[in-house]
């Protein structure tokens, strides 16, 4: 890089700095990062395979891999697509897999089922991704005191088994125990939860993590994500977090905010950096992670991000960049969500403004 390239580059990180500043954002400026925030900064910027291979209501049994891949109106997953996105500049991808329709009695997976999964975690490393596998949309981690047992010993036989299956893995394979685990259908379901629920939470981490470990090969040092109650990043949730004793855990948060712009479809198609209202949670979101766990030496990914198509791709894509640039400010990746930017058929993007501020 030429010297005057390399002033303008700095001049534009200062300048990103003291905008974030002003704006009352805590940026973290360590001069050395703990292994596992250097670690958590190679995964972005990463992509979530949505609506695929976590995609579930069809019961048990009902055919091969495929037909509950495509059962929400997905493609089946190809290694075509899987490469697509690794050449569109992509770091991470977050395959979210729904497990419980395909267990039996005794909680055993449907070989098959695994083999499907390995398949496609094989493609994305083979792109030269890292990969994060979970547990999606399954209901035995509730977190509440009728269904705790269940799900603890549920916990332990379908984490056990992936645990085993992936044991020779390196650590470009990344573990994600629960996916928003939270009061499903209850007043608290989508808030920072109840101490009783939140306790349940910390009961599941702590079985999560002795489970992976237990299983021996790379699982002993692989980096691992927990959620805080419903993968929040409210204070109360986020305060109540406990994580074990453990030097490669790495914290998952979801931010979809503010939520008439990211989530609510008859809510506002704009958006805008320079409106403190449309800055505020999403500033105090990075506030809380970064206080909390990064400056600690913990790392943390947003694992989910993302904002609802409305043929809106100028400010979906500003909103984009502004919440990259923070995470990129506080070392904390984020992870698209987002079915509608590309095309799965013709493997196409549909809106390059926006994957342009996601990659760049």
């Not at 209501?57 to 089946?76: F, I, N, Q, R």
């Not at 409305?310 to 506080?330: D, I």
Request: proline share 4%; charged share 20%; hydrophobic share 45%.
């Amino acid at each position: 890089m030429k010297p005057k390239r390399r002033c303008l580059k700095a001049l534009l990180v200062m300048g990103l700095v003291a905008l974030m500043l002003g704006s009352g954002v805590t940026v973290y400026l360590a001069t050395r990062l703990s292994e596992g925030v250097q670690f958590a900064m190679k995964l972005t910027p990463g992509w979530n395979l949505a609506n695929t291979l976590d995609a579930w209501g069809l019961g048990k049994d009902a055919g091969t891999p495929d037909v509950y891949e495509t059962y929400w109106g997905s493609a089946a997953i190809t290694q075509a697509e899987v490469e697509t996105i690794a050449k569109a500049g992509f770091h991470t991808l977050r395959v979210p897999v729904t497990w419980f329709e395909h267990l039996d009695e005794h909680h055993h997976i449907d070989p098959v089922w695994l083999d499907r999964v390995q398949q496609v975690v094989d493609w994305a490393l083979e792109s030269g991704m890292y990969v994060i596998i979970n547990a999606h949309h399954d209901r035995w981690y509730e977190p509440d005191l009728a269904n705790i047992e269940t799900g603890l010993d549920t916990m332990r036989a379908v984490w056990g088994q992936i645990a085993t299956r992936f044991a020779a893995y390196d650590q470009r394979l990344i573990f994600e125990g629960m996916n928003e685990p939270r009061l499903i259908g209850q007043p608290e379901e989508w808030t920072a939860g109840t101490p009783e629920a939140r306790a349940c939470v910390n009961r599941l981490i702590a079985v999560f993590v002795e489970t992976v470990r237990a299983a021996g090969g790379k699982n002993v040092t692989r980096y691992l994500l927990v959620p805080a109650y419903c993968a929040s990043v409210k204070a109360d949730a986020l305060g109540d977090l406990v994580l074990p004793e453990d030097d490669h855990l790495m914290v998952s948060a979801h931010l979809y905010a503010p939520y008439d712009f990211a989530l609510n479809e008859q809510g506002t198609v704009d958006w805008s950096a320079a409106i403190d209202s449309d800055t505020a949670e999403i500033r105090e979101a990075f506030n809380q992670l970064e206080n909390r766990f990064v400056s600690k030496g913990v790392p943390v990914v947003i694992t989910e991000f993302g904002a609802a198509d409305k043929k809106n791709e100028q400010a979906r894509a500003a909103w984009a960049a502004y919440v990259t640039g923070l995470g990129k400010a506080m070392h904390i990746p984020c992870l698209w969500w987002d079915k509608s930017l590309m095309e799965q058929h013709t493997l196409s993007w549909r809106y390059p403004t926006l994957l342009s501020a996601l990659i760049h």
